[in-house]
């Protein structure tokens, strides 16, 4: 029976992170960092399972070459930090979850051998000992929780030296217990300093010179945090936002900077991206930018919130609208100004009773 890879990225910190965040925050980070994993996979390796906080890949009878394992161990580190890097430079959220999320670090565990396989509901699984194996290693005595680990029966495989070193690369021997025997394999502790991240979307901070064109101003009995939960999940805005048919987004995203969802308004197709402007230390500040209205060329709205104890907060909203053409600024004062007006008081007070209703 031909040996088959066992290839196993793991999320470190994810108990931890889990446990003493919001669950909702921290199931989005996770979620989206597997994602990455999964679509930093260049081996073409099968996903067998996602296993909360780890993913199981598997190339069956066939093991990629040292170049080619070592090549794809460095693209899903470099593509983890890269987006843990994303979410902290263009984070908007203040929750634990969110502030936390740089904090997490990767594992990987590689092992192979001959892999059996087991059918349950017409789906085909990694099934025996050398999938046991795997999973053990994960339980290792490495003094570190960002590294990663080739099984010496990979490593032979593969005539990976017992001091490989590289820029990234530093591997050294190991070996635990498990179950009276002794397991053997070779580890790489991962300094990210060393990874070259790929380059973000830089968060764009709006400088406006003038006054908004519209202001509202409401108090509100919840925190600047939960409230500020309300206004950037897309999923409640259906619920307290007037005049808007839908919200599409995706709901597998931390709102950050650089998010994008539309709004539909009697079938038209609004597009708004995450910004963010300065303020005042202990403001926190939500934007969106669009450029789809007929009759502005780019409309800002701003959501600043002013903490006024630790169950209260005032909200205040303001609009800004550039509108080149002399038709544009004439049709938007007679016309969208006062809809604007409208819409966004009655969408105040809706958010006031959704929020009385979910105390």
């Known amino acids: 029976m031909n040996k088959s890879l066992l290839f196993l990225p793991d999320i470190s910190g994810f108990t931890e992170f889990v446990n003493t965040t919001e669950v909702g925050h921290s199931q989005q980070v996770i979620a989206e960092l597997l994602e990455v994993l999964i679509n930093a996979n260049t081996l073409s390796l099968n996903l067998a399972e996602i296993e909360g906080d780890a993913l199981f890949f598997y190339k069956e009878g066939e093991i990629p070459s040292l170049e080619m394992l070592l090549a794809q161990v460095e693209t899903m580190f470099t593509a983890f930090y890269s987006h843990l890097k994303l979410l902290e430079k263009n984070r908007v959220c203040p929750c634990n979850a969110c502030s936390s999320a740089p904090n997490l670090q990767l594992k990987i565990i590689a092992h ?14 990694p099934f025996g000992i050398e999938v046991i194996q795997a999973h053990r290693l994960m339980k290792n005595s490495i ?9 010496k029966d990979l490593s032979d495989e593969i005539k990976l030296p017992n001091n490989y070193q590289s820029k990234l690369f530093k591997f050294q021997k190991g070996a635990d217990e498990y179950d009276a025997k002794r397991i053997h394999y070779l580890y790489s502790i991962i300094n990210k300093e060393d990874l070259k991240l790929k380059p973000y979307a830089q968060a764009k901070k709006v400088i ?9 101003e409401k108090v509100f009995p919840i925190s600047a945090p939960h409230l500020l939960e309300y206004i950037t999940n897309y999923t409640y805005r259906k619920h307290w936002v007037h005049g808007v048919d839908k919200f599409e987004f995706n709901e597998k995203e931390v709102t950050r ?12 197709h609004l597009n708004f991206t995450t910004i963010t402007k300065d303020g005042e230390p202990n403001q926190l500040i939500y934007g969106e930018l669009t450029t789809s209205p007929t009759p502005v060329d780019e409309l800002y709205q701003f959501y600043i919130l002013t903490p006024i104890d630790q169950n209260s907060c005032k909200l205040d909203v303001e609009i800004y609208w550039n509108a080149k053409s002399p ?4 049709l938007f004062f007679l016309i969208v100004k006062k809809a604007f007006r409208k819409n966004i008081g009655k969408g105040l007070d809706n958010l006031g009773l959704f929020i009385e209703q979910h105390k």
Do not use: A, R, W
């Open 143 to 151: 003094n570190s929780t960002n590294y990663v680990l080739f099984s």
């Open 257 to 268: 900077i650089g998010s994008e969802h539309v709004c539909v308004i009697n079938g038209k």
């Open 112 to 125: 192979s051998g001959p892999m059996q396989f087991i059918t349950v509901q017409d789906k085909s699984k």
């Open 208 to 216: 406006l010179d003038k006054s908004p064109s519209l202001n509202f």
């Open 327 to 330: 038709i544009k600024k004439l």
